[in-house]
Nanobody, 124 residues
Framework: QVQLVQSGGGLVQAGGSLRLSCAAS????????MGWFRQAPGKNRAFVSA????????GYADSVKGRFTISRDAATNTVYLQMNDLKPEDTAVYYC?????????????????WGQGTQVTVSS
């Protein structure tokens, strides 16, 4: 079992920045892929970013590439999502997830454990 506890998020103006954190505990492993997804009202959960290991590989959705950065601290089992130049369309509930297969999956089904979600609201 892996437990994921998220922190960060909140309300920010367009152009601002936020950092999300996701602390993993339990049966953790650097071989797991850690991902971030988001879900806006009335929409499906969508891939944002993922990281394999600490720097083995990263992936980003086209909509956030160049603005968001995913990173992972192996010492604290924490994954971060630094979000810069935020836009109103980034408004959503953000979820972190852990995937046991170690693939840079972009589908929710590629992940086995999920955090509780955190709201990010970007005002125009």
């Amino acid at each position: 079992q892996v437990q994921l506890v998220q922190s960060g998020g909140g309300l920010v103006q367009a152009g601002g920045s936020l950092r999300l954190s996701c602390a993993a505990s339990g049966h953790t492993s650097l071989s797991y892929t850690m991902g971030w997804f988001r879900q806006a009202p009335g929409k499906n959960r969508a891939f944002v970013s993922a990281i394999r290991g600490t720097s083995d590989g990263t992936g980003y959705a086209d909509s956030v590439k160049g603005r968001f950065t995913i990173s992972r601290d192996a010492a604290t089992n924490t994954v971060y999502l630094q979000m810069n130049d935020l836009k109103p369309e980034d408004t959503a509930v953000y979820y972190c997830a852990a995937g046991l297969k170690g693939l840079l999956g972009r589908r929710p089904g590629d992940y086995n454990y999920w955090g509780q979600g955190t709201q990010v609201t970007v005002s125009s």
